[in-house]
Nanobody, 124 residues
Framework: QVQLVESGGGLVQAGGSLRLCCVASGRTFSSNAMGWFRQAPGKDREFVAAIGWSAGNTLYVDSVKGRFTISRDGAKNTVYLQMNSLKPEDAAVYYC?????????????????WGQGNQVTVSS
């Protein structure tokens, strides 16, 4: 079992930055690929970014490439999502997820554990 606790959301102006954090506990963090998903009101939850056990193995949805960066710190059992140049369309509840696999995935059905969600609001 893996427990995930997110933090770092909030309100930011368009063009600003936020960093989301997700702390994992409960089992070996390094054996889990980690992902971030988001869900805006009235929309389905969508994939944002993922990172494998190897920090160099990452995936991004096209709409955030060049603006968002996912990273992980094994010593802190933490995965981060650095979000720069935020746009109003990035506003959503962001979820951290973990999968029982070393490789990152882009589908929510590939993930086994989920955080509670963290609101990101971007004002225009």
């Amino acid at each position: 079992q893996v427990q995930l606790v997110e933090s770092g959301g909030g309100l930011v102006q368009a063009g600003g930055s936020l960093r989301l954090c997700c702390v994992a506990s409960g089992r070996t963090f390094s054996s889990n690929a980690m992902g971030w998903f988001r869900q805006a009101p009235g929309k389905d939850r969508e994939f944002v970014a993922a990172i494998g056990w190897s920090a160099g193995n990452t995936l991004y949805v096209d709409s955030v490439k060049g603006r968002f960066t996912i990273s992980r710190d094994g010593a802190k059992n933490t995965v981060y999502l650095q979000m720069n140049s935020l746009k109003p369309e990035d506003a959503a509840v962001y979820y951290c997820a973990a999968r029982r696999n070393l490789e990152p995935g882009s589908h929510e059905t590939e993930y086994d554990y989920w955080g509670q969600g963290n609101q990101v609001t971007v004002s225009s």
